[in-house]
T-cell receptor, first 114, second 110 residues
Framework: EAQVTQNPRYLITVTGKKLTVTCSQN?????MSWYRQDPGLGLRQIYY???????DKGDVPEGYKVSRKEKRNFPLILESPSPNQTSLYFC?????????????FGPGTRLTVT | KQEVTQIPAALSVPEGENLVLNCSFT??????LQWFRQDPGKGLTSLLL?????REQTSGRLNASLDKSSGRSTLYIAASQPGDSATYLC?????????FGQGTRLTINP
């Protein structure tokens, strides 16, 4: 089954404790991205990757890191989480961008930073 | 900067009605527009994708239209069912990302 998976689905952590949210897709997609969803602000892009070893900032990259060492995986790293990073996070992938490719979203990771 | 607006923010209708959800965007230089469905606590499911060169797409009871020149899209749902209750998001693609609207929360009453 074609899908985007994220782990963990739920995470409660404390300020400053490094964490990684994994994202994996099995569709051989080149493009992957991370979004966060907050009430009243909607979905905003954090980082994206056009292909292996190619990443770039989205609209709200502060406090986050990403890496793309393999085509299928695109982890989101919070080196020192803060309470303002409490949010619902989504990973997405598609065959490409700037064209007509449908975006596939993961189930989301609900992160709470205390 | 692209801005996407969805009106209304919430809509409640009786089962069986046909309804229209609206989406407007400020910059007509888009590559495509997608409509998504989001169920509470769940991820986003793509419903329809309209390429910038197209004017509409249909899937079952759903029909989406796109008017780039006026910066508008509509999602038409025919013969609504309680299972259609969800939040509907539109998103436009440009510059390596999707820009989302805030969504319309739809409730279909049996």
């Amino acid at each position: 089954e074609a899908q985007v998976t994220q782990n963990p689905r739920y995470l409660i952590t404390v300020t400053g404790k490094k964490l990684t949210v994994t994202c994996s897709q099995n569709m051989n997609h080149e493009y992957m991205s991370w979004y966060r969803q907050d009430p009243g602000l909607g979905l905003r892009q954090i980082y994206y990757s056009m292909n292996v070893e190619v990443t770039d900032k989205g609209d709200v990259p502060e406090g986050y890191k990403v890496s793309r060492k393999e085509k299928r995986n695109f982890p989101l790293i919070l080196e020192s989480p803060s309470p303002n990073q409490t949010s619902l996070y989504f990973c997405a992938s598609s065959l490409g961008t700037l064209s007509s490719y449908e975006q596939y979203f993961g189930p989301g990771t609900r992160l709470t930073v205390t | 900067k692209q801005e996407v607006t969805q009106i209304p923010a919430a809509l409640s209708v009786p089962e069986g009605e046909n309804l229209v959800l609206n989406c407007s965007f400020t910059d007509s230089a888009i590559y495509n527009l997608q409509w998504f469905r989001q169920d509470p606590g769940k991820g986003l499911t793509s419903l329809l994708l309209i390429q910038s060169s197209q004017r509409e797409q249909t899937s079952g009871r759903l029909n989406a239209s796109l008017d780039k020149s006026s910066g508008r899209s509509t999602l038409y749902i025919a013969a609504s069912q309680p299972g259609d209750s969800a939040t509907y998001l539109c998103a436009v693609e440009g510059a390596q990302k999707l820009v989302f609207g805030q969504g319309t929360r739809l409730t279909i009453n049996p």
